[in-house]
């Protein structure tokens, strides 16, 4: 009796597996037409950071326009405040970035959905100033303190250059409303700096390293999708 249900049971696993594959089927190779617009949005990891990190202020709008098929061109503008602080300095970046380029769809949706699973590169610039708030002096008499500077100490009209990977998706949850994440993995090109000081955040880049030239960022993003025309696909 036992075996008996197992293999109804089995039986009807693959009776129900069969009538998928063969609706999906139905479904592929009936023409259908796709959904061609500009997709807008914003990353919400931003203004969550603003409420939560002291001295964090941060905004980015975001955009990309299908061209064909599974080709997206892509760019993100913004702006951010980004404060670091060490234990002998604190320094504020603050500026303006773009990110520019195109993303491609992996993922190979059922007729009727338009989620995208992308790997996708960016060029990015950012025009910023940096300011040394304070700084401490150490001296080796162990018998006076560090000497604490206080700024603040400004440089202005700094720029910096650089390319990412970004590999992300994007679902949509509502009609024409997308919720998405990706990781991006950054690599500076060139940058100009203050005589006396590295640039220890950009803008659009995040944090520096001194032994590196790769960073990483991240982002959480809501976005509405604007149609424009729509396209067949078999």
Do not use: C
Request: aromatic share 14%; no cysteine.
């Amino acid at each position: 009796m036992k075996y008996k249900h197992i293999l109804i049971f089995t039986t009807s696993l693959l009776l129900l597996f069969t009538s998928l594959l063969q609706a999906q089927t139905a479904l592929d190779t009936v023409n259908y037409r796709e959904r061609y617009g500009l997709r807008v949005g914003v990353d919400l990891s931003k203004p969550l950071r603003t409420l939560l990190q002291e001295d964090y202020r941060g905004l980015e709008i975001m955009g990309d326009y299908r061209i064909y098929k599974d080709y997206y061109l892509a760019a993100e503008l913004g702006n951010e405040q980004l404060p670091f602080e060490a234990d002998n300095l604190r320094v504020t970046s603050n500026g303006s970035y773009i990110k520019i380029g195109g993303d491609y769809n992996a993922y190979d949706n059922w007729a009727g959905m338009e989620n995208i699973i992308f790997g996708g590169l960016r060029y990015g610039f950012a025009t910023f100033s940096q300011t040394l708030e304070e700084y401490d002096i150490y001296t080796r008499n162990k018998y006076f303190p560090p000497q604490t500077i206080e700024g603040p100490f400004e440089n202005a009209g700094l720029t910096a250059h650089w390319v990412e990977l970004v590999v992300g998706l994007k679902v949509e949850i509502l009609h024409n409303l997308y919720l998405g994440g990706n990781v991006q993995l950054k690599r500076m090109i060139t940058q100009n700096s203050p005589n006396n000081l590295d640039n220890l955040t950009i803008p659009g880049f995040n944090r520096t390293y001194d032994e590196s030239s790769f960073g990483v960022g991240y982002s959480y993003n809501l976005s509405y999708l604007i149609p424009l025309y729509r396209r067949e696909r078999n």
